[in-house]
């Protein structure tokens, strides 16, 4: 059974720094389109940043610059690391993986994680 459990989220200040990882149960880490997303409240949910699994990757134009996906094979983990964090982040993010990469659609997305909370004071 493949399950997806994120953690590293918290509270920061404006400025500052987290890194999320997302476990993975099997090796679908390897072999499938891996994406973070966000949904803050009232909001839809949004897709962050993806890495292929050739390790291309792309990014919200909104994090580009500020955040890095990356993945580590060999321990079935995913990362978000995000820098220089503004209020405008603040929401749950969650990892999520697709057969392949293709719109960012949320709905593309067969396997989700339960979420871990993101939270920046300015």
């Known amino acids: 059974q493949i399950q997806l459990v994120e953690s590293g989220g918290g509270s920061v200040q404006a400025g500052g720094s987290l890194r999320l990882s997302c476990a993975s149960s099997t090796d679908i880490i390897n072999t499938y389109c891996m994406g973070w997303f966000r949904q803050a409240p009232g909001k839809e949910r949004e897709a962050v940043a993806h890495?292929?699994?050739?390790?291309?990757?792309w990014y919200a134009d909104s994090v580009k610059g500020r955040f890095t996906i990356s993945k580590d094979n060999a321990k079935y983990t995913l990362y978000l690391q995000m820098n220089s964090l503004k209020p405008d982040d603040t929401a749950m993010y969650y990892c999520?993986?697709?057969?392949?990469?293709?719109?960012?659609?949320?709905?593309?997305?067969?396997?989700w994680g339960q979420g871990t909370q993101v939270t920046v004071s300015s």
């Open positions: 890495i292929d699994s050739d390790g291309s990757t």
């Open positions: 999520a993986a697709a057969p392949v990469c293709g719109l960012n659609d949320p709905n593309e997305y067969n396997y």
